[in-house]
């Protein structure tokens, strides 16, 4: 299981993109603000004011939305990487055991990470794998034991291992 001090260190780093990003976003409406602002002086002074804010507004402008945008890609990024390693990681280590447990017939160990944090359910599914073998077992020994009894010619013992064979599948039946 992963440490949280490692959860936590990952969890900070996107949060501090984040602040750096909002921080340059905060930086790019100020200069937006500046260059808007209103100019003293006269009308020649407030008209040249104007032209060489509206001169620079775009750049400006297009340099805090390409921030903004790669900040935004970025933290996204990072996010789905992080996610798909606690998840999606996890999810196929299952099924590559599981596909490899079911062709050589028994109890895959699952082989997870030591800081996934599937761990529990890896033990799960184990568990749940081993009884269902040990129930496939039962029915077989079960129908093993009715098939015999049937041979032998035994008409009340042969209706009764079959009942105990049906109420083990049906057990199993989804």
Known sequence: MPSPTRQFGQLRLIGRMSLWFAAAALVGLVGVLLLARPASGDYVELVRNMSLSRQQLPVLMLVGGLLL??????TTWLIALYSSFRIAGPLHRFCLDLEQGIRDGEVPRIRLRAEDDAQEDARRLEET????YRHYDEIAGALESASLQVRRGAPGEGGDALER???LVDE???
């Open 69 to 74: 945008g790669i900040g935004t890609a970025l």
């Open 129 to 132: 794998i081993r009884r269902l």
């Open 172 to 174: 199993v039946r989804l």
């Open 165 to 167: 064979v049906h109420r």
